[in-house]
């Protein structure tokens, strides 16, 4: 089965940036999506096809896959962080039949 | 607006079964791919099952789940038989963001607010 490996955490001063990294053999090939999940709540879609941003997220939200990167890793940035971008976040993807859901990062904006 | 309502979660012993539903609005129901995520207590998402053309399941629940739809009421069904402790979690139903019954690479771009399944003795 193909894995998604990310950070289980990582830190972010208030207005700085954040990046997220996703790790998979070969994931510049595949269409790579991510999620924000506050406490309590539903996930919600904040970048989908590696960067494309649905309506109502904000620009500071982008994501990167290096099609030519024949490791290995998809980037969600948060540029800029707010109080709010404080939340669990998720790449996932399509494989063999099956999602893929990476195992998560816990992003801490201080 | 699109709306999806999970519902018939609750605590069963192992070797159980139990049927959740997800009732879904806004939007035309028929031709969209649906999928079940689930999340146990304090760890991750976990994709479980989708409903399009065809059908696909996670090799935990292969054999033992069993995803359905009922176009005509809009709804969508997850039968769960054999259940185990460790299919503890918050059950989501999702939807496909493309409009097709074969979007199975596209993401997922609305969720519904979960139903809590607990397999306990």
């Known amino acids: 089965s193909y894995d998604l490996t990310q950070p289980r955490s990582v830190s972010v001063a208030l207005g700085q940036t954040a990046r997220i990294t996703c790790g998979g053999i070969n994931i510049g090939s595949k269409n790579v999506h991510w999620y924000q999940q506050r406490p309590g709540q539903a996930p919600v879609l904040v970048i989908y096809r590696d960067s494309n941003r649905p309506s109502g997220i904000p620009e500071r939200i982008s994501g990167s896959n290096d099609v030519s990167n024949s490791g290995s890793t998809a980037t969600l940035t948060i540029s800029g962080a707010q109080a709010e971008d404080d939340a669990d976040y998720y790449c996932q993807v399509w494989d063999t039949s099956a999602v893929v859901f990476g195992g998560g990062t816990k992003l801490t904006v201080l | 607006q699109v709306q999806l309502v999970e519902s018939g979660g609750g605590v069963v012993q192992p070797g159980t079964s139990l049927r959740l539903s997800c009732a879904a609005s806004?939007?035309?129901?028929?031709?969209?791919?649906m999928h079940w995520v689930r999340q146990a207590p304090g760890k991750g998402l976990e994709w479980v099952a989708l409903?399009?053309?065809?059908?696909y399941y996670a090799d935990s629940v292969k054999g033992r789940f069993t995803v359905s739809r009922d176009n005509s009421k809009n709804t969508l069904y997850l039968q769960m038989d054999s259940l185990r402790p460790h299919d503890t979690a918050v059950y989501y139903c999702?939807?496909?963001?493309?409009?097709?019954?074969?979007?199975?690479?596209?993401?997922?771009?609305?969720w519904g607010q979960g139903t809590l399944v607990t397999v306990s003795s």
């Open positions: 806004g939007f035309t129901f028929s031709t969209y791919t």
């Open positions: 409903d399009g053309s065809d059908k």
């Open positions: 999702a939807r496909a963001l493309c409009n097709g019954n074969t979007c199975y690479m596209d993401p997922l771009d609305y």
